[in-house]
């Protein structure tokens, strides 16, 4: 039997073991913790702050609340940013342009998921390298070495409530083809990239070409104006625009317009954010794609509303924004149909 002095000082030697046993896994938990919260990389932010500029292009015509993302970002690191906004079928000829010339400008894009498997299949986009917050996203909603999600946008319809009683607002996407929507119905255009083109695929593939026909017959306007054509229909232009993202309605607030989701669901776009190929700012951009996986950005589109792809946020989300984002998905774009849709689009809608 050992003496009992000895005893003692082997169960202190084990208690203090124990102790910083559970230290060790307290700090293990605070690295995790930081991780999973996005909480800052000092080498990258230092890094990122010496190149001294990002450039962001995007395809999200008009959205008020990348401005608000991105002074978030300016102000958290004081990193100016220049965003080029266009529509996605434009981004998708400047980005061709400027790499072909060698001319690598910008640094981070944003553009719907499929658009993206097709710049990434195009050589257009590098490896991110990894980034911290992409361990906050959904299950459903991986990221890949290259692509990142970063929100989710539904359409719906677009309605003057002045014009368009309760009774006759359209319930379902077949209600459209109601004759006394002839000549009356504004649309995105179908046969280019963007909502319209969206709109074109999904519906394809849930009521099939008879229906595109009958929809044609009804001489929907197009027009790739997104923000003039929201405003056409709150002054009673018309009485009807399509697809209308659930977003943009919020600046409508106070106009005579009620966004219509129809029963049988939605159909809507998830937007990824890549590194573009010899980014001249690599760490400015990975720390700049970091920053929109945050609680703060997500919850800046939760009030947007846009869906956002992480699966908790800590922050108040808006009551009717909470509505939007609980709408029924109906469908998305294919990237390896989406040549023939925008053909298919082109040879009904002429």
């Given amino acids: ?31 995790v913790a930081s991780t999973a919260r996005g909480e800052d990389d000092a080498a990258l932010v230092a890094a990122a702050k010496a190149e001294g500029k990002l ?8 959205a008020p609340f990348h401005l608000v993302a991105i002074k978030s970002f300016e102000k ?26 060698g001319r690598f400008i910008g640094d981070v894009i944003q553009n719907g998921a499929a658009t993206m498997i097709r710049s990434q299949r195009d050589g257009e986009l590098q490896p991110h390298g990894g980034i911290a917050n992409t361990s906050r996203l959904s299950p459903r ?21 002045t014009q368009v009683k309760p009774a006759d607002e359209p319930k379902s996407w077949k209600d459209l083809l109601d004759p006394r929507w002839k000549g009356k119905i504004q649309s995105d255009d179908m046969r280019a990239l963007g909502g319209g083109q969206v709109m074109f695929s999904v519906l394809q ?13 009804q001489q929907p306007i197009f027009s790739r104006d997104v923000g003039n054509d929201e405003r ?31 029963q049988e669901g939605v159909p809507y776009i998830r937007f990824d954010m890549a590194l573009l190929r010899n980014a001249p700012h690599p760490n400015a951009a990975r720390l700049f794609i970091n920053h929109y996986l945050s609680d703060e950005v997500q919850l800046i589109y939760a009030n947007a509303g846009l869906i956002p792809v992480v699966d908790q946020l800590e922050g108040p989300v808006k009551e009717e924004m909470r509505a939007l984002s609980g ?15 925008l053909a298919l689009a082109k040879e009904i809608y002429k």
Avoid at 327 to 341: E, I, N, P, S
Wanted: proline share 6%; with cysteine.
């Fill in 76 to 101: 958290k690191y004081g990193i100016p940013v220049e965003m080029l906004d266009v529509r996605a079928s434009e981004l998708r000829e400047r980005l061709r342009t400027e790499q072909a010339a």
């Fill in 205 to 217: 593939d849930a009521f099939g070409r008879d229906y595109h026909e009958k929809l044609a017959a």
């Fill in 327 to 341: 709408a029924k998905l109906l469908g998305t774009t294919d990237v390896d149909t989406q040549d023939a849709m």
């Fill in 1 to 31: 039997m050992p003496p009992a002095r000895e005893v003692k000082r082997e169960r202190r030697r084990w208690r203090v073991r124990r102790v910083l046993s559970y230290v060790a896994a307290a700090v293990i938990a605070c690295v």
């Fill in 141 to 161: 909603q991986a990221a890949t070495d290259v692509v990142v999600p970063s929100y989710i946008l539904a359409y719906g319809i677009l309605v003057n409530t």
């Fill in 232 to 262: 056409r229909v709150a002054r009673g232009e018309f009485p009807m625009r399509i697809p209308q993202l659930f977003s943009n309605t919020t600046v409508l607030k106070g106009l005579p317009v009620k966004l219509i989701i129809p």
């Fill in 55 to 62: 450039t962001f292009y995007t395809s999200f015509l008009g």
